[in-house]
């Protein structure tokens, strides 16, 4: 079966230290890949994206990601923490089946950032 | 450019009332979605529209029914509401296409509680 698992419900860093959230897929053909952020009381936001192309891609607000096939993960990096960084985060992915494509979310990973 | 619209933004209903959550896109996008989002499980699909005219069951949809009233529009009823259904909604909205890499645009979210 097709899933999406993110390692870790909480995760605690001091502002400026490295940023690492993990997500693992299972799937036998590479799918397409999101990160996205939720803010306190706000809906998603996207972050970044891999479909095609280089592995290595670059979001909003100095995120970024690499997708490793071989490793069937998508990790969340960000070298150095900021406050504003504190928020809940979901990698999320789309498989491809027959008939209509879904987003399958991940359980969500929350980064507390401490000064 | 409002992207996708929730209303209500919070309600508390009683065992047994029913009430319809409203969602609206002006993206044009011809696929919509109804997620619930609960503590240490991520976002489920309750149900999705594919396009215009069709709705089909994501992975929880008892309690729940759809309408996909026009492009814009895909409101979401519970007709008998249970505790079980107190979560936080949100609509999102979004390109299909086969092998779209497109990303979903979320609503704000509907906090619900069920007393």
């Known amino acids: 079966a097709q899933s999406v698992t993110q390692l870790g419900s909480h995760v605690s860093v001091s502002e400026g230290a490295l940023v690492l959230l993990r997500c693992n897929y299972s799937?036998?053909?590479?799918?397409?890949l999101f990160w996205y952020v939720q803010y306190p009381n706000q809906g998603l936001q996207l972050l970044l994206k891999y479909t095609t192309g280089a592995t290595l891609v670059k979001g909003i607000n100095g995120f970024e990601a690499e997708f490793k096939k071989s490793e069937t993960s998508f990790h969340l990096t960000k070298p150095s923490a900021h406050m504003s960084d504190a928020a809940e985060y979901f990698c999320?992915?789309?498989?491809?089946?027959?008939?209509?494509?879904?987003?399958?979310f991940g359980t969500g990973t929350r980064l507390l950032v401490s000064p | 450019n409002a992207g996708v619209t929730q209303t209500p933004k919070f309600q508390v209903l009683k065992t047994g009332q029913s009430m319809t959550l409203q969602c609206a896109q002006d993206m044009n996008h011809n696929s919509m979605y109804w997620y619930r989002q609960d503590p240490g499980m991520g976002l489920r699909l309750i149900y999705y529209s594919a396009s215009e005219g069709t709705t089909d069951k994501g992975e929880v949809p008892n309690g729940y029914n759809v309408s996909r009233l026009n492009k814009r529009e895909f409101s979401l009823r519970l007709e008998s509401a249970a505790p079980s259904q107190t979560s936080v909604y949100f609509c999102?909205?979004?390109?299909?296409?086969?092998?779209?890499?497109?990303?979903?645009?979320f609503g704000s979210g509907t906090r619900l509680t069920v007393v």
């Open positions: 799937s036998s053909v590479p799918p397409y």
């Open positions: 999320a992915v789309k498989f491809w089946n027959t008939g209509f494509q879904k987003l399958v």
């Open positions: 999102a909205s979004s390109e299909p296409g086969v092998r779209s890499d497109y990303g979903y645009t």
